[in-house]
């Protein structure tokens, strides 16, 4: 059975079974009203994301290098000239009084895959009691698409910001369960009253990307958007408690690969904040800088998004990522092994420094934006030894980041809040806005250094991190698990080795280095006793099958601590699937995620293997990459 909303104009809004009923607090008739309202934007996202991949394959077809806009050119969808953007001569947002000190922003989901309510509020309660200036609620990485995991975030969302019975009394549960912890790790408390912490946190919530289709909805007949249902439900459901309670409406925006992508984002909250009568930039946003083409354009996606804009994020794993991705024409751009690519690493280290310079030009009226540093994945759990050697490497990287002008940092966990937060406590100032660094420049040179590579090592070793890693991933998300603990499996019962806290990113890129090596003829810089290969020996797809063969039969080997033992028959198999056709197949595919994407709740590895083989057929014979929920197809009525 399918419940259909309708407007006056008729356009539909289909929600698959009975979600409707069975998610009313969250489908809410003034929900609804908006969606639907939102729908005629839907089509243009459609078109951008048409464009991407059009783009994408002109770069490979061409073997074209990412450019500088044309500076006497206009922001496409935009009145905005390129240089005027560049030069500040736009009026940006004043930073609201919630975001002006944002030391510390922790990141993860406000759900659980197939958990109680009162479970999943426990994920919002130990984040808003963690100490962290802001948090990051996340619909997107780290969130498990599972079922009905995108609007379990969404209950659990607005049951705290509502500050509903139940969230309180898990809340004070929680509390106690941190101190507890806190006592032994710290030999202190870090909650004095939970009931005034709750109000300390900033509640900041990511949407899923433009590049994503929601798996519940459909419009019309057609997929619908992912990133338009997030930003629609998250604030049509919590505006008005969060602006009673003297908070602001904070997003963060992933994936934005172009300024036009920008200008789009800002149309749609200039359409929702005008449906639901708020001022024009009231609802205020943070830009993921997660790809290559982004950094070629930061200040124009400022410009674009204005009254809206409020800061960039420098993350790793998605970067990472899309400069691999943007390369993969490139035969002579090959990265090493991912435990070099440190944010001070060629393309990174040039990377970080276009953020800083761009956060800090001055817009029209002199504003400056804010620059929030990137993650920490790191979880103090584990050995003595090694908790206190992860620890130091943890604040060394938080104190560079702030002597290089980041006004905060992300972490994985809330146990890293305590321990990473004092760096900025101890220098005092808010932020860090309005630092003096030379100004952007738009010169060959300048693109060069964004695609910069430095001598570093590529082992065998090093694909065998990727490649466990990449698996267990695979098998996380098929589990509903998108922000999982892991680490390689030749490192299963060490503990002075930490888990490390991954999201959908980190597969992404483990998938992406290792094409790399396999289809541009990567060239080992070590010797392996363990495998025989020798230095100057190439990582062929021979040498790719081989350790996947290896590094598959560990983790089932593995006990069900480090995986699973119902999945070594269900998920993990599908994700060896997917790694070994994305991994051997020499045409790059755009996304990991897609390949996992369409074989959510699916535990039958021949119908995995039919609809891979099916989104390889459609994306080299049409250039289209399968977004919808596969489940839901057919929809009767459309």
């Known amino acids: 059975m399918r419940t259909t909303a309708t407007n006056n104009g008729g356009s539909k809004l289909q929600i698959r079974d009975a979600l409707a009923r069975e998610y009313s607090d969250v489908y809410t008739s003034e929900a609804l009203a908006a969606l639907t309202f939102m729908a005629e934007f839907n089509d243009e996202q459609q078109r951008l994301?048409?464009?991407?991949?059009?783009?994408?394959?002109?770069?490979?077809?061409?073997?074209?290098?990412?450019?500088?806009l044309d500076a006497e050119s206009l922001i496409k969808g935009t009145s905005i000239r390129v240089q005027d953007a560049r030069d500040g001569k736009f009026v940006g947002a004043v930073i609201p009084h919630d975001l002006q000190r944002q030391w510390i922003q922790g990141t993860g989901p406000a759900a659980k895959p197939n958990a109680p309510v009162a479970s999943s509020l426990r994920n919002v309660a130990y984040a808003l009691l963690s100490g962290a200036d802001g948090w990051m609620f996340d619909g997107e990485d780290a969130l498990g698409q599972i079922t009905t995991m995108s609007l379990d975030n969404q209950r659990s969302l607005k049951l705290a910001i509502a500050g509903d019975p139940l969230f309180l009394e898990v809340a004070a549960q929680v509390a106690g369960a941190m101190n507890a912890w806190a006592r032994d790790f710290f030999g202190r408390e870090i909650?004095?009253?939970?009931?005034?912490?709750l109000d300390c946190t900033t509640k900041i919530f990511r949407t899923r990307g433009l590049h994503l289709d929601d798996r519940h909805i459909r419009v019309a007949g057609r997929s619908f958007s992912a990133a338009i249902v997030d930003l629609t439900l998250y604030v049509v459901n919590n505006q008005k408690a969060l602006r009673d309670a003297g908070s602001s409406i904070v997003?963060?925006?992933?994936?934005?690969?172009?300024?036009e992508e920008a200008g789009f984002w800002n149309k749609l909250l200039s359409a929702l904040e005008s449906y639901l009568a708020l001022a024009e930039g009231t609802i205020k946003a943070y830009v993921l800088v997660e790809q290559l083409e982004a950094t070629f354009q930061l200040m124009e996606i400022r410009a674009a998004l204005g009254l809206h804009f409020v800061g960039f994020n420098t993350g790793r794993w998605d970067y990472i990522n899309s400069v691999s991705d943007t390369n993969c024409w490139d035969?002579?751009?090959?990265?090493?092994?991912?435990?070099?690519?440190?944010?001070?690493?060629g393309y990174m280290r040039k990377y970080e420094d276009r953020v800083r310079r761009a956060v800090n030009t001055p817009d029209a009226n002199g504003n400056y934006t804010l620059w929030q540093g990137g993650m920490e994945p790191n979880i103090p759990v584990g050995s003595t030894a090694g908790v206190a050697s992860s620890m130091e490497k943890a604040r060394a990287g938080a104190v560079r980041e702030q002597q290089e002008g980041a006004s905060g940092k992300w972490v994985a966990h809330w146990k890293m809040v305590h321990i990473i937060r004092p760096i900025w406590e101890e220098v005092g100032a808010d932020n860090q806005m309005g630092r003096k660094f030379a100004p952007l420049g738009y010169t060959r040179e300048d693109a060069a250094g964004l695609t910069l590579l430095e001598p570093a090592p590529r082992t065998v070793g090093g694909a065998r991190n990727l490649l466990s890693v990449a698996l267990q991933y695979g098998n996380a998300f098929g589990q509903g698990l998108q922000a999982a603990a892991l680490k390689p499996a030749d490192f299963f019962?060490?503990?002075?080795?930490?888990?490390?806290?991954?999201?959908?990113?980190?597969?992404e890129i483990r998938l992406s280095i290792l094409w790399e090596w396999m289809h541009k003829g990567a060239v080992l810089t070590e010797d392996d006793p363990e495998s025989?290969?020798?230095?100057?020996?190439?990582?062929?797809?021979?040498v790719f099958t081989r350790l996947l063969e290896e590094e598959y039969a560990k983790l089932l080997s593995a006990d069900n601590r480090d995986v699973f033992e119902g999945s070594k028959k269900t998920t993990l198999p599908i994700a060896r699937a997917i790694v070994a056709t994305y991994g051997l197949d020499p045409e790059k595919l755009p996304w990991y995620i897609d390949l996992l994407n369409i074989n959510l709740n699916n535990h039958d590895l021949g119908v995995a293997g039919q609809r891979i083989a099916r989104y390889l057929t459609v994306f080299k014979q049409e250039g289209v990459?399968?977004?919808?929920?596969?489940?839901?197809?057919?929809?009767?009525g459309c």
Do not use: H
Not at 532 to 542: C, D, H, I
């Open 532 to 542: 025989g290969l020798k230095a100057g020996e190439v990582f062929s797809a021979e």
């Open 331 to 345: 035969a002579d751009f090959i990265n090493p092994n991912i435990e070099a690519i440190t944010m001070t690493y």
């Open 49 to 68: 994301m048409t464009e991407r991949i059009q783009r994408r394959t002109a770069r490979i077809k061409n073997r074209c290098p990412l450019t500088f």
């Open 251 to 259: 997003l963060y925006l992933p994936k934005i690969q172009t300024a």
């Open 625 to 636: 990459r399968i977004t919808e929920n596969l489940d839901t197809l057919p929809m009767p």
């Open 493 to 507: 019962g060490n503990d002075d080795i930490l888990y490390l806290m991954e999201d959908m990113a980190t597969g």
């Open 191 to 197: 909650i004095a009253d939970w009931r005034v912490q």
